[in-house]
Each structure stands twice: as C-alpha cells, then as structure tokens.
C-alpha cells in the first residue's frame, strides 16, 4: 500500500468489505484497478461511512463492487455518474446457492430413478464388493482416481470413519481376499446339484424310465420328476434368507431412528432397554447390509438411487466432473425431474450471458427464470433487477472485483 496517494489520479476501483472481527466488525478496502494495489481502507462498510470516504477521491470513473446493497447506495451517493459494476463471480455464485438451497429442502438423502443401463463400476460396487479386502481396495482405487472420503463412503454405504480406516491400511498389508464359508459351500453345492441334474437328464434322454433312474441314483422317482422339470432351480429356496436373530425384534425402529440421522451409539442406547442384547457392531452391520439389500431390491424393480449429493455437486461442476453418477442416470434424472433439468440450464445459460458481452440477452433470461415457482430464485430476480444496471455492466464490461477477493489486509 503507497504511503501517499494522490487522489485525483485514481479513477477507476474495486472496494469490497474485509473482516476486522469475523461476524462482528469489518471495513472496507480500496484496490485501484489500473496498477491492482490497495490504495485505501477504513475500518467500516457502513453506507453513509463509505459514502464520505469514496467523495475525498473526486475524479472516480468507475466502481466495481459485489451486490451489496449498502455499497451500491453508498457508490451512487458519492459518484452518481460513475460506472458502477457488480461482480460476475457473486452474481453466478448467489444463483448456485439459490438451486443448492433448493435441492436440500426439496429431494430426500436418497432420490429414486428409473434404472440406467449404463451402470458404472462405481455403482458396481454396491454389489460386488461386500468382501472387507476387496473395499479396501475399491477404497484406495477411489481416492487414487480422486475421489473424497465422503464421495467414497457413499459409494460403499459406509460411515467416513470407516473409510478413513481403510485408506489408512498401507497397500502391502491389505488381507488376501476370502471368501465366506457359507457362501463357498453354496456354491459347492449348487456345482454338484448341476451335475447330477445333467447326468439324470442324460439318461432320460438315453430311454431310462423314471423308476430305472431312481434306483441308480438313489433318488425317489418324485425327486427325479422334479430334477427334469425345465424350471427346476438347483438354488435352495431357504438360501440367504435372514435369519432370526437378536436384531430382529428392532430391525424396523433401528431403520427409521437411523434415517432420522440418530447415531449408532443413541440407537444402542434406545433399544438396550427395550432388551437388546446384541453390540453396536452389530447394528452398523445390519444397516449395511440393508442398505446394500435395498439397492439391489430397487435394481431388481427398474429402479435406481441417486444421492441428493450428487444433485447439488452438479450445481457447480460438469457432468463428467462429478463421481458418482453416471450419464445415463442424469438423463433418467432430468426425465423424472424437468424442472431440475431447467434450473440446470438456467445456471449454464446464465454463466453463458454474463460472458457474452451481449447485455440485451438478460431481459430474456429473467423472463425465463421468473416462469420457476421458487421463492429464493424469485428473490435473487428481485436483486437483479434493483441492481439492473451493475448487472448490465458486468456483461458490458472487463471489469470485476477479482482484485478485492481474497485479500489479506
């Protein structure tokens, strides 16, 4: 900052508020536009304060500010003839936080869509890694890829401790993969079950009557009459049923006290005494294994979840930016949801005007943007149009308040 400043020579500026105090005391700062230094500050933002102090500087041209309405009243008062121009960084960052606030209080955690055929191996996941090594690994895969902790969590239904856990194992000391006995001895059975199946088949093909072929294979001629049936399944039906448990009589309270966001531990604690008898490991199991459950049910049914997440992240980045969705499924989404579909366009047309140089296409878009029923978009219209010709000069002009952001004073 010069130690003297010739005030007369300073004829176009940035001023933005910085923080004295945060939340509770702040001033305002200067930046000349031609040589990019702070020329001035005052520990204020108070409308009639900055009023005054902008009139000692007498030959102003030009102000970029952000949409504050106290710095808008305060740059007309002291230089009413002044070019005045709002910032296009605030104005694109005000309307995504208009549709993000909209998500949040409009979709659930979770939003259903009609299923996509397109599924990626992130979503893959949800069924094919229920094995502890192979989610470490996906774990470590992810975040190599880029991925968050948080993003990770959602893809393997787990909490972001437990992922935390699991990047935290170095690549050399994650276990082999096992697999679960129950599950091995299933498969060894249905692998014989076909066998003798076929073997059976291949002698009623050869002319054995059922009575020959049960007393060869020492089965009853029912069972034989049931192993050709062309819609026999050599799957048990009692096979992965769930099984009677401690759990069981509070499956359904655990559910929705967890959907309430209550903690593992709280849910522990409720149930406990009722008579539960069981650990908290065990609930996190069970939430697990629902979640992943209800996945596949929704798969099962043409139907497939997005995380509300994944909405709000493509508020602010491209599709191909953000993880966990795939471009099937965002058309699946807009399909079921046009009018996200058209807050959507309406953030990248909007980015698109305030780029253009071409002010006239505002009128157009805030005739567009004003047909959407939402409260909180009707209100940044509102500012918009308070603050017309600002916004108008954003569009027009080179200028912007990048200067002033971010500076430590």
Request: net charge positive.
């Amino acid at each position: 900052m010069p130690v003297i400043v010739d005030k007369s020579q300073v004829f176009r500026i940035c001023v933005d508020d910085f923080a004295l105090r945060r939340r509770q005391t702040y001033g305002t700062v200067m930046i000349d536009w031609d040589t990019h230094r702070i020329i001035d500050m005052i520990p204020s933002r108070d409308t009639n304060t900055v009023s005054q102090w902008l009139s000692t500087y007498p030959n102003i041209e030009m102000i970029s500010r952000d949409g504050a309405s106290g710095y808008a009243s305060a740059s007309t008062k002291a230089h009413p003839n002044a070019i005045q121009v709002t910032d296009r960084f605030h104005l694109l960052k005000n309307l995504s936080e208009v549709v993000d606030r909209y998500i949040k209080n409009t979709f659930p955690s979770r939003v259903e869509i009609a299923a996509s055929t397109d599924v990626s191996e992130e979503m893959k996941c949800l069924y094919d890694t229920a094995n502890r090594a192979q989610r470490i690994r996906y774990a470590h895969a992810k975040r190599a890829e880029g991925l968050t902790i948080q993003e990770i969590a959602y893809l393997l239904h787990s909490g972001c401790k437990t992922i935390e856990k699991y990047l935290a194992i170095p690549e050399n000391e994650i276990p082999e993969d096992r697999h679960i006995q129950r599950e091995r001895q299933h498969q060894e059975a249905v692998k014989h079950k076909e066998e003798e199946i076929s073997d059976i088949k291949q002698m009623y093909k050869e002319g054995m009557c059922i009575a020959e072929i049960a007393k060869a294979t020492h089965h009853t001629p029912k069972t034989v009459e049931a192993y050709l049936d062309p819609n026999y399944s050599v799957v048990s039906g009692h096979y992965d049923r769930k099984r009677y448990g401690k759990m069981a009589a509070y499956e359904k309270e655990v559910i929705e006290m967890r959907a309430a966001g209550r903690t593992y531990t709280e849910i522990y604690d409720t149930i406990k005494l009722k008579g539960y008898s069981g650990t908290v490991a065990a609930i996190r199991m069970y939430m697990q294994k629902e979640r992943v459950h209800a996945k596949s049910v929704k798969r099962a049914e043409g139907k497939d979840i997005v995380h509300r997440i994944t909405l709000t992240q493509l508020v602010y980045h491209k599709l191909e930016e953000v993880k966990l969705i795939t471009k099937g499924q965002y058309e699946a989404l807009l399909r079921q949801y046009p009018e996200l579909a058209g807050l959507y366009s309406l953030i990248k047309e909007f980015h698109e005007i305030l780029f253009s140089k071409k002010a006239a296409n505002l009128n157009g878009w805030v005739k567009k943007a004003s047909l959407f029923a939402i409260p909180e978009l009707q209100t940044f219209l509102g500012g918009l149009n308070q603050d017309c010709a600002a916004v108008r000069n954003a569009i027009k002009y080179d200028y912007n308040n990048g200067l002033a952001e971010g500076r430590r004073v």
